[in-house]
């Protein structure tokens, strides 16, 4: 198993629907809304690296409109 925290920016508007999307990407567990530099804070909770570098790499950045940047720890 691996998990990963991943650090969002995100359009301000848009900020609702990008937690609506974020939640329902397969193997992430947990969203939370955050204070400080990154707007959001998401928990990756995956079998392995292959499939956390699609979500992080594929499907994050691609297809979720209005994440603007993201860091994976």
Known sequence: MV???VLINVER???KQVIDSILETE???EVYA???EYDLVA???VADNTSL???VV???PHHIP???HAKTL
């Open 53 to 55: 570098s699609k979500i």
């Open 58 to 60: 594929d499907k994050m």
């Open 43 to 45: 928990i990756v909770r």
């Open 13 to 15: 508007p848009k900020l």
């Open 34 to 36: 955050v204070a400080g």
């Open 3 to 5: 998990t990963a925290i």
């Open 66 to 68: 209005g994440l603007t």
């Open 27 to 29: 193997g992430v567990t």
